[in-house]
């Protein structure tokens, strides 16, 4: 079973920093992505950045200058280095899997990404 578990949220001021982690397990296929998502209060899913089994990285635009994807294969495990934190950042961030196609990843609206971890909480005070 596909196991995915986020930490390192928590509450920081305006300008600060934060390091996410998702701890991924269970993937028997080669062929998947994993997908950084985070929501605010009252407002629907939002997509950060998209990330295939074979290390490709996509952006969201609005997101690109502040949030860096990276992960350490060794430890099965991605990161959301998050810099420059505004209050509009606070929301509970997941990470997700989904499938990968053709070299790409599906957008976290098809509704195909089945696996998700806890969540965890970001609060960013001004």
């Known amino acids: 079973q596909v196991q995915l578990v986020e930490s390192g949220g928590g509450s920081v001021q305006e300008g600060g920093s934060l390091r996410l982690s998702c701890a991924a397990s269970g993937f028997s296929d080669l062929n998947y992505c994993l997908a950084w998502v985070r929501q605010a209060p009252g407002k629907e899913r939002e997509g950060i950045a998209y990330?295939?089994?074979?290390?490709?990285?996509t952006y969201i635009d609005s997101h690109k200058v502040r949030f860096i994807v990276s992960r350490d294969n060794a430890k099965n495990t991605l990161y959301l280095q998050m810099t420059g934190l505004k209050p509009e950042d606070t929301g509970m961030y997941y990470c997700a899997s989904g499938p990968l196609t053709g070299g790409r990843c599906s957008s976290i609206n098809s509704g195909k990404y089945i696996h998700w971890g806890q969540g965890t909480q970001v609060t960013v005070s001004s």
């Open positions: 990330t295939t089994s074979y290390g490709a990285t």
